[in-house]
């Protein structure tokens, strides 16, 4: 921890999903700790539920413990912590969002999924593979 005060950081990320057993999270937190791992960074998971408030919770009990910055998918629950989140970045904490969705206008980084892109790049593909009946 003294070291982590002088040097300003901590080298420990933390990472909020909804849910550690969903296949997909499972694979982000797999590649997330493979690409943290190697320049030397830890990662810190914890799990919202789907719950905004926990969600929230949870950033804060990372953000008291000094970490480098958060990744966050946020809850689909409806409830908006875009002001938290806004909060959190005045503090000069790094914040990024991924998955399908992102609050908007926070000026964050952001990975989020773009389904229709992709199905559109799909059906692209087949049809000049010559596929005519796609999707029957």
């Known amino acids: 921890m003294a070291a982590a005060l002088r040097r300003g950081r901590s080298n420990i ?4 999903v909804p849910a550690i057993d ?3 999270f499972a694979r982000v ?3 997330m700790e493979d690409e943290a791992d190697e320049p030397g960074y830890r990662v810190i998971f914890c799990q919202s539920y789907d719950n905004s408030q926990r969600e929230r919770e949870m950033a804060e009990t990372l953000r008291r413990l000094q970490l480098d910055g958060i990744a966050v998918s946020i809850a689909k629950d409806g ?3 875009r002001d938290y989140y806004r909060d959190l970045i005045a503090r000069k904490l790094p914040v990024q969002f991924f998955f399908d969705t992102a609050p908007l206008g926070l000026g964050t ?3 989020v999924i773009n389904d229709r892109r992709g199905g559109y790049a799909t059906t692209k593909h087949l049809i000049d593979q010559g596929f ?3 999707g029957t």
């Open 79 to 81: 409830i908006d912590n």
């Open 109 to 111: 980084p952001t990975v």
């Open 13 to 16: 990320i933390g990472v909020i």
């Open 132 to 134: 005519i009946r796609i």
């Open 29 to 31: 937190i797999r590649g």
């Open 22 to 24: 969903r296949s997909f």
